[in-house]
C-alpha cells in the first residue's frame, strides 16, 4: 500500500494496525446503521478457512499455528477465521460477525460459533435459518438453534445416529433418503429431514434440515434443500474471494492487534465489493479486478514496439 499511496508510508500503516481497535460489533453496526442490510428474515451461513502462512515462523508471529486445511488435505501454518456470513432479503450477502482462533483462549471453534451466534441475535439480527457444513452441527449447535427458534440446512457425518419411527437407532448412511428427503428422529436433537446429495461416483453427502414449524418441515423438500444449499456455498466463494481479491490474508505483521485490524480492513474491503456488485456498478466480486488488469495489459502492449505495431496491423 505504502507504494501505491506515495503520500503515506510503511511505518505511518504499521501503526495503524497496531493503534486500532476494531471489533466484529464495527462491522455489524456499519451494515446496519447504513441500512444495507435487513435485520429480518435473512439466512446465516457458519465456516472457517485457514489464513494461510506456510512460511513464517511459528515462536515469532502471534496466533500462528498448524491447523488442518481440506484444501492441503494436511495440516498447515496458518490462523483460522471464522465467519458469519448474512444472505440478507435484499439480496445483499455480507459478512457479519467473525472471530479470529487463538489457542491462548482455550475456546473450540464450535464455542466461538455459539457465542457469535448468540451475539447478533443480541444486536437484533432475527435470520429465519441458519447453515453450516458438518463441523457446526454438533448437538450443543442444533439444541441451540432450536432454542431460538431458528431453522437450519447443516451437514451431518455418515455415522450420526438416527431413528425412523420406532424403530432402533442406525447410522445415517444405512438409510434409503429419496430426492424429497426423510422425515428420521436425530438422536438428541428431535425430528428433522435428512437429504443426500449424491455424487457421480456413487458417494453421498448427508445432510438435515429443520425447521420450527413442523408443517413447514412436512411440505420442504428438493427445492428447498437446493436453495438453502445454493446460499449456503456464498460463505465458500466469500471466503475465497475475500483471499483474492482483498487481502485477507496478505499481511506481514506478526502481533495480535496488528492482524485483528487487518482482518478487518480486509472486511470492509469485502463489503465495499459486495455493494458495487448490489448496485450493479460491476457485474460480479472479481470484475473490478479484471477490468483494472485488462486496462494495464492494454497500456503494455500499445507501448511495445514490437507488440504494439503487431497489435494495430
Known sequence: MAE????????????????ERYEPKDLFDLLVGNGWV??????????DTILEKLYSNPKKMDLLG????????????????????YSSPNGLRVPINYRIYDKQEGKTKNQYLQEMLQEVL?????PTTFTSDAWYAS??????????QMGFLVGVAKNRQVRVGAQQYQRVDNLIISEQGLHVHLKGVGIVKFFCQRFKNG??????????????????GKAEFEHLHTLHWGIECFHRAGKQLCGLQRFRVR???????HVFCALRAFVELELQVWHQQIDNWYALQRNLYQEVARQFILEQPLLGSMALT
Do not use: M
Request: proline share 5%; net charge neutral; aromatic share 12%.
Open 66 to 85: 498448524y491447523y488442518w486445511s481440506s484444501k492441503y488435505s494436511k495440516p498447515i501454518l496458518g490462523i483460522p477465521l471464522i465467519t458469519l456470513y
Open 203 to 220: 458417494s453421498c453427502r448427508y445432510y438435515l434440515l429443520y425447521a420450527p414449524d413442523p408443517k413447514e418441515l412436512a411440505y420442504a
Open 139 to 148: 448437538k450443543a449447535n442444533l439444541n441451540l438453534l432450536k432454542d431460538v
Open 255 to 261: 502481533l495480535t492487534e496488528a492482524v485483528h485490524t
Open 122 to 126: 443480541d444486536w437484533g439480527l432475527r
Open 38 to 47: 435487513e435485520l429480518t428474515g435473512g439466512i446465516v451461513s457458519a465456516d
Open 4 to 19: 501505491i499511496l506515495q503520500d503515506v508510508s510503511h511505518d505511518s500503516i504499521n501503526r495503524f494496525l497496531l493503534r
